[in-house]
């Protein structure tokens, strides 16, 4: 697939930087310039399965390494994925110029070079790091007696995660216990766990010239051309929300992963039905982003969205995803507002468990002096949670667990109205686990567009915005849609993209799985960058001396008379 697409591009590689410069190359009515900005586009998609085959290479590697070694897996690997986009700050305009100036000179001299694909864009250093990890020790649990004052009772057994001081009691002759007013320090068994601690690097585009055995000094004038003109069609920042987006491999709509886990939720009533429908109904819907939280039960349209701050989708983490899911079953701020981070689940009042004592809606917490991680049990040994090798939220063993915690006991103040404003759902042995859906801000929702109309919209997001990122996309989709609520325009989807395109030019686009994927969701009420109804105006800032965007004053778009709403990278958004 790599292959067949770097042999496609390479007639665009070579064309870019053949253009004269001009002083308004931007004009979308200049055909030269409408043929550059293709094909640096085509050169963009290219340089993203570049990125991400050695990114997937990269992370091959590390666990073979672990599995060779002996190291732990999800410390190790935790490491590789508990990171921000290492691409967040490249320069990959330079890397394209690079690239292209050197084969350029490569193929005039006869010289061989590394084909992109060759380059290591991505390069990584391991250190091999040993923490400590707490065995959880069992110690005596005692309970206040409601008979007599100041006595207790052996209730149980509890279980410590840190050196702890507990109070000593003395069994008196009535079967009762009193403290004696002395403490001892319980020191929990320690054991080390090995792992490497992994810090990856991106090549910087100075040293791409020694990868690709070409001098600078050979080919500096062809190499700032070429910059100057990737600079007039597109930016790093665009380039930035188009390389390593990841997108639902689970339909929105689909409730594949509540058809799959039915037996665990049937066999469940009150609360803890509640919790693990909730945790399993965001299987495969929601990106892992490390730092993720949730701003409000149910589903949040801005997840998907690219977060300039990481370079990393909106989403959630593991803490995340486990708040989440206790905020959308309607436990108070009081239980879900301990559950911000796994430190502080470690740390809070929450009532303790045992992996004996465990049911279904409870948490689980690793205990390291480290990265932790968290999840829900749903039964059978089974675990829901979000991951950082997955992605996404997945179900899936995970022996790691060794403290838990059952706030679904005995649960105060529930909110009924916000369990029903999430998901509307009756679950029906063997048959469709859902129906009865109505609600905006559930994940299951009716559509209201056809395929046709998705593969429309994405067509002419593609003609509009291909190369300028995600957040622009789902802007420049979110328009058009709002142009069909609105009364200034026509009443269908069809008429209100051909009144700003024409059928001949759409009809040739075949747009890429990512912006189909974007405009289904989208057209969805799933995905919102803007989220406000009245955003019905955008332009190209790089068409502003183009005869169709030229005002009196030859510099300003027509649509400056509305407000100003936002810009997203060379896009700029009016409201009415």
Excluded at 123 to 144: A, R
Excluded at 204 to 220: A, Q, S, T, W
Excluded at 289 to 312: C, F, H, M, R, V
Excluded at 321 to 326: D, E, H, L, S
Aim: glycine share 6%.
């Amino acid at each position: 697939m790599l292959k067949r697409i770097l042999a496609g591009a390479m007639a665009a590689l070579m064309l870019i930087g053949t253009y004269p410069v001009q002083a308004h190359a931007a004009r979308q009515t200049d055909a030269n310039v409408i043929q550059l900005k293709d094909s640096v586009i085509n050169v963009v998609f290219l340089l993203k399965e570049v990125l991400k085959d050695r990114y997937s290479s990269a992370e091959e590697e590390i666990k073979e390494l672990i599995r060779e070694k002996g190291y732990d897996y999800s410390l190790s690997m935790d490491s590789f994925y508990d990171q921000p986009n290492p691409f967040k700050n490249a320069d990959y305009i330079r890397f394209l110029s690079v690239y292209m100036s050197c084969k350029k000179y490569a193929l005039d001299n006869s010289i061989n070079v590394p084909q992109l694909r060759e380059i290591p864009f991505l390069s990584y250093e391991v250190t091999e790091s040993t923490v400590k990890d707490y065995v959880p020790t069992k110690i005596p649990h005692y309970s206040q007696s409601d008979r007599v004052l100041d006595e207790f009772i052996l209730n149980g057994d509890e279980y410590i995660t840190t050196p702890t001081e507990v109070d000593v009691y003395e069994q008196q002759q009535n079967g009762h216990f009193k403290t004696t007013g002395e403490k001892k320090l319980i020191v929990p068994e320690e054991k080390d766990i090995t792992y490497i601690d992994v810090k990856l690097s991106v090549l910087k585009p100075e040293d791409m010239f020694e990868k690709m055995g070409i001098g600078r000094e050979l080919v500096d004038d062809d190499y700032e051309r070429r910059t100057e003109m990737i600079k007039r069609v597109t930016s790093n920042q665009s380039i930035s929300q188009t390389v390593f987006i990841n997108l639902p491999s689970v339909g929105i709509t689909s409730n594949q992963g509540l058809m799959e886990y039915a037996p665990y939720i049937e066999q469940l009533d009150g609360i803890r039905r509640t919790i693990v429908q909730t945790a399993l109904s965001l299987i495969g819907k929601v990106p892992y982003e490390w730092g993720g939280k949730a701003t409000q039960p149910g589903y949040d349209t801005i997840w998907w969205s690219y977060n300039e701050d990481n370079g990393l989708q909106h989403g959630l983490d593991c803490s995340g995803f486990v708040q989440w899911t206790y905020m959308t079953s309607g436990f108070p701020s009081e239980i879900y507002g301990q559950m911000g981070s796994t430190k502080a689940i470690k740390s809070s009042s929450l009532r303790p468990t045992t992996l004996d004592g465990l049911r279904p809606g409870d948490i689980g917490v690793t205990n390291r002096l480290g990265t932790n991680h968290t999840g829900i049990y749903i039964g059978d040994g089974l675990w829901c949670h979000c991951s950082s090798e997955k992605k996404t939220v997945t179900v899936s063993k995970y022996n790691s667990f060794s403290i838990y915690y059952s706030p679904a006991e005995d649960p105060v103040g529930i909110d009924e109205s916000v369990i029903e404003n999430y998901m509307s759902c009756e679950y029906i042995k063997n048959d469709n686990i859902c129906k009865n859906i109505d609600t905006q801000k559930s994940i299951y929702y009716t559509l209201k567009y056809s395929y046709e109309d998705e593969e429309l919209l994405a067509k002419f997001i593609s003609l509009k915005a291909r190369g300028d990122g995600m957040n622009c996309w789902i802007a420049v989709g979110e328009v058009m849609k709002n142009r069909v609520a609105s009364d200034m325009f026509p009443g269908t989807l069809s008429e209100v993209i051909y009144q700003n395109a024409g059928g001949g030019e759409l009809s040739e686009i075949e747009p890429p799985e990512e912006i189909l994927n974007v405009a289904h969701m989208v057209l969805s009420g799933q995905l919102k960058v803007l989220d406000n109804p009245k955003a019905v105006f955008f332009f190209d800032t790089r068409d502003l001396c183009s005869e169709e965007n030229e005002g009196a004053d030859g510099n300003e778009s027509e649509w400056d008379s509305y407000p100003w709403f936002t810009t997203i990278n060379n896009y700029v958004f009016y409201s009415m």
